[in-house]
């Protein structure tokens, strides 16, 4: 994975120490908590309902067993014990000091780590496939390019207070991993006629309140106009984003109201102004950066045979396992939904056995999901039941990966100032209510997704089944929403009907899953029966 | 008027009043604009030759089109002064530089020492901009190779 050299160090460690002295000033009195705020989001330090909570960037959701390894010790040093894992492939820590900041993002930059525009109204952490360089059905690892968009993103001068935040993903196969058209910017690699690699654009998707799928404005960007390109994008949404309210204010509403064939014929004028400027990294830049994500060191004759004789072992190889592209070795996801448990945590020595474990069995490397699980991104199948067992003696062996067990939540209003509901304790009923791994075979892939407000930081409008809450005169209620994906085939759930109390919105699940089960065709998702059947018997069995 | 705190230039500081861009491209003789965060700097480029002065003002410092209207312009090669006025803070400060900027008449006067440090923060940058430094990227590759 990609190694800082002296240039990036330096950068690192020049916003530890101004980050310290504008804590110092905040501290003294100098600057006040309104002037402080915009500073401290782009830092990644939000203040929520009971303490400060600091979000750490994961690039492109890729980790090594030292990194992990310090964010355990921090969730003991500075946390409670514990780590939040998110849905843009970073990790939150929810009982911060402020006095203790600038101390852990020094700790993290002794790894190569940082909380750089983790927050605020700029160009937020590039997120990417988990399985990049390991998925059998890549054409290119995705990672290089989004280190390259790292380094640019990183203090653009021109780019740091737009409109409003801006997500990039980047991906690089035909099954989207990573939600990439539910980014303000989505780039998927691909190869023209000439079989030359090259970026296609995807602007203005996301969600909030007005989710949007963001339509492709161009086709093909060649590899060495990647950053023209995304310059002109931004230029043109720092320029014209609207500013006057900000519930509008995300890209997505810009290339909305100006059509995407308008707004893409800006950011070619931008574009075509720009590459006079000589604001391109040389190729040669990434040819620097791309032997770092080469493959490790794979044994060629690994074997791919596996004894599947312990029935445990063989749920979680069938449910959390991921075809490898080398033989002999396999993905395997590490589930951090355990019946009952807070989707996205992990205890401090959780995450470092899991550090641990990925140093022993994983060649030191580990993903972070946007489904808020772990990846082990190469592991040999010799390994692999020494593996399970050490995860499951340790509480981390769960297998429902993608089933209705595996929900992504986001903390709700037991830690959000926004949340109009609770996120946590219903995904922990649900969680239990369908607990068994029998009932999660029976049902297979299913994915749940629960936001406390219409923010839908949990994702809820792609979710096959999303929750919503909302406040209803003062009551936490709760919408239910069917038929979302964020799949290669995304779509946007729509709400049933009337909401539910917190006991009714897990009836309600069941009974959806009923109407599931009693229709489904031979080898049928959740989702096809949906999309064949239509809302009408859901609804009938919900509210009937 | 404001008086101007920091300024990076050499030639003689320049104290016409600056007029509106709808002012300056209805008819006027003026060499001093000043641009608002909804003006599109680029109304301004048939006139770069007569311009000393542009002033890009900041009403809230966490509007950030003002950047981009100071690039556009040293992008189309003016070299006179662009000053940022209005809501001006330390943090600004090296970015601003970077996108342009070569005076500074911040609303509230800001601690030199601090501001002094702001400008000084960076050695390296990541991206090329409108100020001419070599980025990261051209130091590790000599010559574009
Ligand atoms: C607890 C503090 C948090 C606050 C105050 C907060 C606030 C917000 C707001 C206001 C939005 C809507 C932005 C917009 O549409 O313009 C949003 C969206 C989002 N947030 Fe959060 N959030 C919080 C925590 C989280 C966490 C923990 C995660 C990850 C697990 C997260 C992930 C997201 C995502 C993925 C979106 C949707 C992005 C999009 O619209 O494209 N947020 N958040
Ligand atoms: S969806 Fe709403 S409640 Fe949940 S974290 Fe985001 S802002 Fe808070």
Redesign the interface.
């Known amino acids: 994975m990609y190694k800082y050299d002296e240039y990036d160090q330096q950068m690192v460690d020049t916003r530890v120490a101004e980050f310290r002295d504008q804590v110092r000033r905040r501290l003294s009195g100098e600057l006040t908590e309104d002037q402080f705020r915009p500073l401290r989001l782009q830092n990644g330090l939000y203040l929520q309902l009971h303490a400060y909570m600091l979000r750490v960037a994961v690039p492109y959701g890729t980790l090594n067993s030292a990194q992990m390894k310090v964010l355990g010790d921090i969730a003991d040093k500075y946390d409670r014990g514990y780590g939040h894992f998110t849905t843009r492939q970073n990790i939150q820590y929810n009982w911060i000091k402020l006095e203790d900041t600038p101390d852990i993002l020094a700790d993290l930059a002794k790894v190569e780590m940082h909380a750089i525009q983790t927050s605020g109204n700029c160009i937020r952490n590039i997120s990417s496939d988990q399985y990049a360089g390991a998925a059998a059905d890549e054409l290119v690892d995705p990672r290089p390019y989004a280190e390259l968009l790292r380094q640019w993103s990183s203090f653009h001068p021109e780019f740091l207070t737009l409109p409003r935040k801006f997500k990039i993903a980047v991906i690089a196969s035909e099954t989207d991993r990573a939600a990439m058209r539910l980014h303000d910017i989505g780039i998927k690699m691909v190869k023209n006629d000439a079989g030359e690699i090259g970026c296609q654009f995807y602007v203005g998707g996301g969600m909030g309140r007005t989710p949007m799928i963001g339509p492709m404005i161009k086709e093909f960007v060649p590899l060495d106009q990647l950053i023209t390109y995304s310059e002109a994008c931004l230029r043109v949404y720092n320029r014209y984003g609207r500013r006057d309210n900000k519930y509008k204010a995300r890209i997505k509403i810009l290339v909305h109201e100006l059509g995407k064939d308008e707004y893409a014929r800006q950011v070619e004028e931008e574009f075509a102004h720009l590459l006079s400027q000589g604001i391109e990294p040389p190729l040669a830049e990434l040819e620097r950066i791309k032997p770092y994500f080469d493959d490790p060191a794979f044994e060629t004759d690994a074997s791919d045979d596996l004894d599947l004789s312990d029935p445990d072992f063989r749920l979680w190889v069938e449910r959390n396992c991921h075809a490898h592209k080398q033989a002999g070795y396999t993905i395997a996801t590490v589930s951090l939904k355990p019946i009952g448990g807070i989707p996205g945590d992990a205890s401090a020595d959780q995450i470092r056995l899991m550090a641990q474990l990925a140093k022993d069995y994983s060649f030191d490397e580990l993903r972070v999901t946007h489904a808020q699980n772990i990846v082990f991104p190469h592991v040999k199948k010799a390994d692999l039941y020494t593996l399970w067992q050490k995860l499951d003696e340790a509480g981390l062996g769960t297998a429902n990966l993608d089933s209705v067990g595996d929900i992504i939540a986001c903390p709700g209003l037991d830690y959000c100032s926004l949340a109009n509901a609770r996120s946590i304790p219903v995904a922990q009923k649900i969680s239990e209510r369908f607990g068994s791994a029998e009932k999660q075979a029976e049902i297979g892939e299913l994915k749940l997704k629960i936001s406390g407000c219409i923010n839908a930081c949990g994702h809820h409008h792609a979710g096959h089944i999303g929750i919503l809450g909302v406040d209803k005169k003062g009551v936490e209620n709760y919408q239910l929403l069917l038929g979302g994906s964020e799949g290669a085939d995304t779509s946007l759930g729509k709400i049933t009907g009337p909401g539910f109390d917190e006991d009714g919105i897990v009836d309600a699940v069941e009974k959806a899953t009923g109407v599931y089960l009693a229709n489904r065709q031979e080898g049928e998702r959740f989702l096809d029966t949906y999309r064949r059947i239509g809302m009408d018997p859901f609804k009938e069995a919900i509210y009937g | 008027m404001v008086e101007v705190q920091f300024r990076f230039r050499d030639d003689e500081a320049v104290n016409d009043p600056a007029v509106t861009v709808d002012a300056f491209t209805d008819q006027s003789n003026a060499t001093a604009v000043r641009i608002e965060?909804g003006d599109?700097a680029r109304a301004l480029l048939p006139y770069l030759d007569q311009l000393a002065l542009v002033e890009v003002n900041f009403p809230a410092?966490?509007?950030?089109?003002g950047?981009?209207s100071a690039?556009v312009l040293r992008?189309a090669g003016y070299t006179g002064e662009i000053r940022a006025v209005g809501d001006i803070?330390i943090?600004m400060l090296?970015?601003?530089k970077?996108?342009g900027f070569d005076a500074f008449a911040p609303e509230h006067p800001l601690?030199p020492t601090?501001a002094q440090?702001a400008f000084d923060?960076?050695?390296?940058?990541?991206?090329?901009?409108a100020d001419g430094r070599q980025?990261?990227?051209?130091?590790?590759?000599p010559a574009?190779?």
């Open positions: 965060p599109d410092w966490t509007d950030g089109r950047y981009s690039r992008e803070v943090d090296g970015h601003l970077r996108c601690n601090d440090n923060r960076w050695d390296n940058v990541y991206q090329a901009t980025p990261i990227w051209a130091k590790r590759h574009g190779v």
